[in-house]
């Protein structure tokens, strides 16, 4: 069976509807998703949502409403938004799912069986927002816990604890082996110097008296187990891991193609929930080392350098901008205005200033002046002459041809390494390329000169990288590439599918001579007066 690429991405917490921080990790990893379709890869991409816990409890009692039945409603948000913005994932994940219940309970009362779970009281300071009990090394240098974890209470409870500490050198030895384990590789790093700190376990349940909302421990039914266990084995439980068979190689081979995965995560829970629990979580539980995966960590859009959340009112909503923009140029704005691992401020402006340079100005005038020529002066035909042309007037034509085969090996290159919006800026130098080459070659000019073979050569190379543009965006701007072979009239029987063009399509040379193409038809009209 072939290998499949799989990607995951946080699941959201259910106890406020979705943010543009939530729509960036999963466009993002939507678009490493169709890069990879692109590469003609077999991908399994996995999201979903993130159903229990005291947040939700306390959500659901604010409302009035039980938290089953207000989980729904923002499931239902959730999935509304991932259809609006075109992330398209293979899988789904909701915590509260029988399936994912049973895989919980069955490594649970493995890990019990193992005696890696045990029973002990604990007294201490408990973060109620991060959901954990904590130490003293959470303590900032005034001695005081951070703003981070917001309402910290002092707690006393008897609970079943992970023997997490036990596995503190081999996390180390594996982050030593592994120089790619997270990128960028500064947050390797981070979780380096986090793990050399690691003292104590994972107290992984809750009293029900204290809350219900949970999957109940297979071993004890006065307890619920508490966030980790839950949320993080919806990686294993959604891709078809069976907790009975206790070594990895003896799980089904559907489930083994698809490790080690790639997990896209946020830079707030890298340490400790996924660069710590969920690594040593793995481990224990039979994967071996080459089958951990790689944690892809990005960084957080804020709102004028403050970071945003609901209590302080600065939340951002996608679906209000994605009806204002569309979701094409909401997308792009996502990708192309974040370097990966970086942080970056939301600014609408922003998103205005990059639509109508770069996909207004930039491909869109590219793709209405090209077809506009080829109907004019061409009726539309599309010829591939070889060398009818002199050599100084090929020369400059010509270089389109290598900017599109530069930019084409460049963003496999950045893309391979998550740099999509390096990626991007090379495809909008191809596209500037292009429009230069018609200012230089002043094709209305050579139309009234009647320069016939010339005119062929620049629309044919024109058209030719248009059609690559369509390729090597498609991913971020799914819509907006079938827009443009569409016009260009390019395999017109597979318009809006995702097979109607592979990566390999990007070669020079595709459209055959002969070709007719289709009248322009404005595809990013400039946002005007905002
Ligand atoms: N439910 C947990 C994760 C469990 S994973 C097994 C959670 N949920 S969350 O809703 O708070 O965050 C989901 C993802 O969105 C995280 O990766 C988080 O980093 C990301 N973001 C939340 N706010 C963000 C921004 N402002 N900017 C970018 N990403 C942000 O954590």
Known sequence: MPKTFFITTAIDYTNSPPHIGHAYEKVLADVIARYHRLKSNNVFFLTGVDQHGQKVQQSAAKAGVPPAEFVKDITQKFVDLWKKLDVKYDEWAETTDDRHKRVVRGILQRLFEEGQIYKDKQAGHYSVRQEQFLTDKERGPDGKFGPEWGEVEFREEENYYFRLSQYKDWLLAYLNKRADAV?????????????????????????????????????????????WFDALTNYISFAGYDPSLSTFNSQSSTFCDKWPALQIIGKDILVPAHGIYWLIMLHAIGFPDDQIPQLLVHGWWNLGGAKMSKSAGNIIDPFALADKYDADALRYYLMRGIAMGNDADFDERRLITLFNSELANDFGNLLNRTLTMAQRYRSGLVRDLKDLVNDKFNAVVKTVRSKAELVTNALTLCWDTYEISLGLIGICELASRCNEVIEVTAPWRLAKRGFQGELD??????????????????????????????QLNWRLELSGKEKRFCLEDAKWGGLPNGHVVGKPVPLFPRIEGT
């Open 457 to 486: 050569v620049v629309v044919y190379q024109l058209c030719e990288a248009l059609r690559v543009i369509a390729i090597l965006i498609s991913p971020v701007l799914p819509k907006a590439a079938h827009g443009i072979f569409d």
């Open 183 to 227: 990128i960028p590789d500064f947050r390797q790093t981070e979780l380096r110097n986090a793990v050399e700190r690691l003292g104590g376990d994972l107290c992984i349940s809750r009293p029900k008296s204290r809350l219900d909302w949970g999957i109940e421990l297979p071993f004890d039914k006065d307890f619920v187990t508490y966030v």
